[in-house]
């Protein structure tokens, strides 16, 4: 799988963005992009395909479109599908990434599962996964329980110091909480001079 493929078009000063929110089932990653969009005032512009229980069939969707002077960035932004049903829809979902939100599940019985889903990313990307921008988002943080410390568990499995752009957030995305933050990191990390105070597009 590529990294680096950020899109540039010189023509129409437009560059292009893919940004995916990874995770094990119902860690909260449709919850933490409907707030990132919500922030923006942009519900419009996400579409999810969602079962009648509100559960992502193949992914979540959608366009933030921010404009500079002289340049218009776009973010194209996903979340993929955490049900193992549809497990195979996974890797297209990433086809082409530039960041990852990795929405951990901060509860202490969900430490397999996170793990498992990470160690999908892990054999998906092979050595690339350690280049890829990452923010891990400590989720559901409010139904974490700070006697276990799943959290720290987590971290220690995953050979955090080989990364090279990575870092750790807690978020309550019920809440709106620290889901903003996480995706400013996740482009920071991909853009270092950017501050998102551009006015946003359309
Ligand atoms: N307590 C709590 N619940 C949350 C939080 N974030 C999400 N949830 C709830 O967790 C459930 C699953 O959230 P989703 O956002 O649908 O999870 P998902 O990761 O998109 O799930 P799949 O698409 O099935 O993989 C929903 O009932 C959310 O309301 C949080 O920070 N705290
Ligand atoms: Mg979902």
Redesign the pocket.
Known sequence: MGLINLIYDYEKKNLQVKIVYY??????????IKQLFSYFNKEENLNSIDSTV???LLF?FGVLQFKGAEWSLKFLIY?A???DFYASTRPATLNGVDGLIF?VDSRAQCLQHNLRSWNELKTMFKNEFYNLPIVISL?????ADPQKLNEFEFLSEINFNMFKFISINK?????GKGVLDSFNRVITFIFPQLTLKMSITN
């Open positions: 995770g094990p089932a119902m860690s909260g990653k449709t919850t933490s509100g559960r992502t979540d979340s599908t955490g049900q929405v989720n559901k943080y409010d139904k978020t309550i995305a019920i809440e």
